[in-house]
Nanobody, 123 residues
């Protein structure tokens, strides 16, 4: 059983940057694929980015590609999402999630979820 805790959210002006962290405990974190998802008010949850267990493979949603970088430090049981050039439309609660097996963009493929961290981008 893996427990996930997100941190690093906050209020930032458009054009700014944030680094989100997803800290894991329990289980063998280094064997899990980890994804970031977000959900804005009134909208469905959407995929943001994912990294394989080794960090050697990553995948991004078109909406954040080129502005965001997902990385992981398995020694620290932590996955990061660096977000740059933030836009008001990036405002959402950001969740990290973990799964066994390969990369996936569907949230229903992930078994473990954190509680989320709020990101608000002001214009």
């Amino acid at each position: 059983q893996v427990q996930l805790v997100e941190s690093g959210g906050g209020l930032v002006q458009a054009g700014g940057s944030l680094r989100l962290s997803c800290a894991a405990s329990g289980g063998t974190f280094s064997s899990y694929t980890v994804g970031w998802f977000r959900q804005a008010p009134g909208k469905e949850r959407e995929f943001v980015a994912a990294t394989s267990w080794s960090g050697g493979m990553t995948h991004y949603a078109d909406s954040v590609k080129g502005r965001s970088t997902i990385s992981r430090d398995n020694a620290k049981n932590t996955v990061y999402l660096q977000m740059n050039s933030l836009k008001p439309e990036d405002t959402a609660v950001y969740y990290c999630a973990a799964k066994t097996g390969g990369l996936a963009v569907g949230g229903n493929r992930y078994n473990y979820w954190g509680q989320g961290t709020q990101v608000t981008v002001s214009s």
